[in-house]
């Protein structure tokens, strides 16, 4: 795989509260430079970074509901729809953890689902489980509820793993093997020194609904 290709699973970000217009248009460029896939940027920035990306191969990303996910399913979807009237062409979307780990699962599969019927045919959809606040069970759970949603592995075009311990990849490996046999995404894979909750491996999913 060359520069060019890593290139295009790239997405330019910058999410912190206090991001200025000057930031994000700073940000657009860098993409279009380094032709990176998509910057993913704050709702309200939504607009500026359509407007900057115009006529470019780069994508407009935004999230819905971030960073909590705790925001009403109804809102989720308006959120979904009026960024996307905007200019986003990819949403990124996070489930209720609050309500997973209640185990309300109708609710979270229905979170999933209004802002991937919202984006349908319109925007990219991607599902941020944050894999950090969940246990191995709930990681299960979320991925299957994401799969009901409307979401499938099948769909899944790139994936990100993170792992603490090199010499455990040949493990993880077998495990990762079951879930992707025919479908095989681009994967990148980084050895860090922790991760939140002093997991031992994250993986980021993104998938084409």
Known sequence: MDKAQIARMIDHTILKAEATEKEVLKLCKEAVEYNFASVCINPSMVPVAATALEGTDVEVCTVIGFPLGATTTEVKAFETKDVIEKGATEVDMVINVGKLKERDLEYVKNDIKAVV?????????????????????????????????????????????????????????????????????????????????????????????
Do not use: H, W
């Open 117 to 209: 019927e919202a984006a349908k045919g319109k925007a990219l959809t991607k599902v941020i489980i944050e894999t950090c606040l969940l246990t191995d069970e709930e990681k299960v759970i979320a991925c299957q509820l994401s799969k009901e949603a409307g979401a499938d592995f099948s769909n899944v075009v790139k994936t990100t793993v993170f792992i603490k311990d090199m010499n455990e990849f040949a493990q993880i490996n077998e495990v990762y093997a079951e879930y992707f046999g025919e479908n095989k995404p681009a994967r990148a894979c980084v050895e860090v020194a922790r991760l939140p909750k002093d997991v031992k491996v994250e993986i980021e999913l993104i998938a084409v609904l």
